[in-house]
């Protein structure tokens, strides 16, 4: 056995306390399940529904769900921790499966609060139901209106980056009210897949991360009750409501582009250990190689310090207002970055066959990619981060 592959079987991150990993067992068995189909899905384009209904037996789905309400009781940290695991095997997987578990996060949150969201968060302990956003595409001007009709609401718009659509339940969204009171306002509301007037538009055909099927969903005079309108906020600004979600999307997505990284650091290590120079020595004793790994180990460390470095500074009792926003879009910020990086050495070290579609490598140079997208994107978390020193107004970035 080569000894460098037999020192480094694998690149994970260190626990900061003693239960941060608790989960991470849970997430390499199920990824290493689920790693065996992520290149044909990947190649084909097409949803790993056999993945959620593993996740959904094995408990994944409820990991973020307050062991009071059935779940597991995972805490934000815990959920990042698991989430690196399960990117490793199935990077799409794991980013699909991100944009449920952030949701249940932020409502597990509202919960511990004084919020009335019980009965959500009981629905995805007992019945596996999956959450799907249109977060990704709405922001503070969301798409789509909402009429007042029949004690109700009529909505209608279309929606982009709808991750999971084949196998969701309820589509979180927003849609704009013109409030003859307020003026324009958003409405954040829960819409069941089974609607009428809700249809799945397959367009997700992407450079990576093609498995996750963030389809468009197209809403035609739906019907929504005052009881499924689960939050208000004024258009055009980031109010509590948006800042919760921020603040529990950020740190589990930045996971997973580390769980991409880590993997492609795994498999430049396994192929340099493996693999003898023209003279026949063992690559592994080039010192150009030697330093590509060492800087891969540098970034990925350094990232998940800023990672982790961002969480306990959050502390367990935190207010998602503009500075833990800030603190988790910073650590985001230099997780994705990095990430990109990373992988972009370990293609380096790897040399040519990289360059094949069939190394894992090439996936992993797609799927991280889509890490510079994610809101808030690097370039606006800097703007953000100025604006929040020099005292100018935040609340219309996003």
Known sequence: ????????????????????????????????????????????????AENFVRMREQGYLR?????????????????????AEL???????????????????????????????????RRVANDGIVLMTSGGSDGIWPSGTAVRDNGGFRVSGRKMFCSQA???????????????EEGT???????????????VIETWDTLGMRAIASHDVQLDDVQVSDAQIVARRPWGKVDPALRNAGVHFAPPVAAVYFGVAAAARDEAVRVVGDRRSGDGQPLAHDPTSQRLIGLMDHK????????AGALGELGEDYTPDEAALQLVMLAKR?????AVEVVGLAMEAVGGSAYFRRSPLERAYRDV????????????TLIFAGRMALGQPVETIW
């Open 63 to 83: 990991l973020a769900v307050p062991v009071e309400l059935g779940g597991l009781g995972a805490s934000m940290r815990q959920v990042c921790y698991a989430q």
């Open 185 to 199: 306002t958003v409405l954040l509301m829960g819409i069941p897949t089974t609607s009428e007037g809700l249809q």
């Open 166 to 180: 084949p196998i969701a339940d309820v589509l979180v969204t927003m849609a704009a009210y013109d409030d003859p």
């Open 87 to 121: 990117a490793k095997h199935c990077a799409s997987t794991a980013l699909a499966v991100n944009m449920h578990l952030y949701l249940v996060l932020a409502n597990a949150y509202r919960w511990r609060h004084g919020a009335p969201v019980e009965g959500v968060l």
């Open 334 to 338: 230099q997780v994705v970055t990095e």
């Open 1 to 48: 056995m080569n000894t460098l592959s037999a020192a480094k079987p694998g690149f994970r991150p260190a626990p900061v306390e003693s239960d941060d990993d608790r989960f991470v067992a849970l997430a390499a068995e199920l990824g290493q399940e689920f790693s065996g189909r992520a290149a044909e899905h990947d190649l084909e384009n097409s949803f790993p």
């Open 300 to 307: 990925l460390k350094v990232a998940w310090w800023s990672l």
């Open 369 to 380: 990619r889509a890490g510079m997208f994610h809101p808030l994107n690097p370039e606006k």
